[in-house]
């Protein structure tokens, strides 16, 4: 089968998640594409890259390049509009926000002159934000690439550090707040290391969204009381510091639909803490992987438990590895084959 995949977002290609960090939509882009040509098909990713390369077996090319015979299927990623990309045998629209993005006049539109293009969902709660005909919508929960199912065992035993990966906007405010009124004047000693591409940029003097300065500013007053702005690194460095954490503080949004580094984290059997909202709800096995919590106090409780008591740790760290480590990115594109072969 011949497959091109679309995307308009950004300069990046197959070799950025190897080296540097990437986000979970784009890596996800990226580990479908490879699955796919390694079982067997021609695949071709069109986006925003720099340069024509071939990386694992799949051909990346500039998005506004020369004109391709049609494929058999083209994956259109995240917005309606690339399905006008090209002719194409069977067309999948792979959403990774909300499904109110397809209210918007292109997208609408471009449904409408592909009225056969099936829409694929990361979850249930992603599912639930469309209030379309109920067979063009379809669930491929995504892998996990394979630096995190491939990692050995946690070491988290101590010193007592937490993780964090929310973007700024998602409540990460709230979560400082919380560790440093609530959470680490019950554990003295205790480390936030806050994994944050936009912070760590402001902490060093670059150019950053006016909007944060208060919260990286909260941050760094904060290092007495274990704060660290960290940079992200690429998926085999970050695997390696989820097996020295002994807990992912997560605080989870309503309109979340992926939480990638939640998955990526519990399947190297990091332990988290989210509060019930949004994707988190389907990323940890409440009492067994970590904890959903339904309020402050409940957060609060759960990622003391998690850092201070060895037993709760352990515990949630085995049957995280037993249990979140059972979905490749090939589990997710034989879902696709079946999807486009029925």
């Not at 019950?186 to 919260?215: D, N």
């Not at 639909?257 to 019930?276: C, F, I």
């Not at 249990?323 to 594109?333: H, K, L, P, V, Y």
Request: charged fraction near 25%; proline fraction near 7%.
């Amino acid at each position: 089968m011949d497959v091109v995949l679309v995307d308009d977002s950004f300069p990046f290609d197959g070799y950025t998640p190897r080296n540097d960090p990437l986000g979970g939509p784009e890596k996800a882009l990226v580990h479908l594409a490879e699955a796919l040509a390694r079982r067997g098909h021609g695949v071709t990713v069109l986006n925003r890259c720099t340069q024509p390369v071939d990386v694992a077996g799949v051909a990346w090319r500039a998005i506004d390049g020369e004109v391709r015979p049609r494929p058999d299927l083209l994956i259109a990623f995240r917005h309606g509009e690339l399905l006008d990309t090209m002719a194409a045998g069977r067309r999948l629209l792979w959403l990774a926000t909300p499904a109110s993005i397809l209210r918007r006049e292109d997208a609408a539109a471009a449904l409408a002159r592909h009225p056969d293009t099936t829409l694929i969902f990361m979850g249930e709660v992603h599912r639930a934000t469309w209030d379309g005909p109920d067979d063009r919508a379809k669930i491929v929960l995504p892998g996990i690439a394979p630096p995190y199912l491939r990692c050995g065992g946690p070491e988290g035993y101590w010193p007592s550090r937490a993780v964090v990966t929310t973007h700024p906007r998602m409540d990460l405010g709230w979560l400082l707040q919380l560790w440093t009124g609530k959470i680490e004047p019950l554990i003295k000693g205790s480390e936030l290391h806050v994994y944050s591409g936009t912070l760590y940029a402001g902490s060093l003097e670059r150019a950053m969204p006016a909007e944060f300065r208060p919260m990286l500013d909260f941050a760094l007053r904060a290092a007495d009381q274990g704060v660290h702005v960290m940079r992200p690194l690429a998926d085999h460095a970050m695997a390696d510091l989820y097996r020295h954490a002994r807990v992912h503080l997560y605080p989870g949004a309503e309109r979340e639909v992926y939480a990638a580094t939640l998955a990526e984290s519990q399947a190297t059997g990091l332990p988290a803490v989210a509060r019930r909202l949004g994707a988190a709800q389907e990323r940890i096995v409440d009492g067994r992987t970590g904890f959903l919590t339904p309020d402050d106090e409940g957060f609060v409780n759960c990622a003391v438990l998690c850092l201070k008591e060895d037993i709760v740790y352990r515990g949630r760290s085995r049957d995280a590895v037993q249990m979140q480590r059972n979905r490749s990115w090939d589990d997710a594109a034989a879902e696709i084959e079946a999807m486009v072969a029925a």
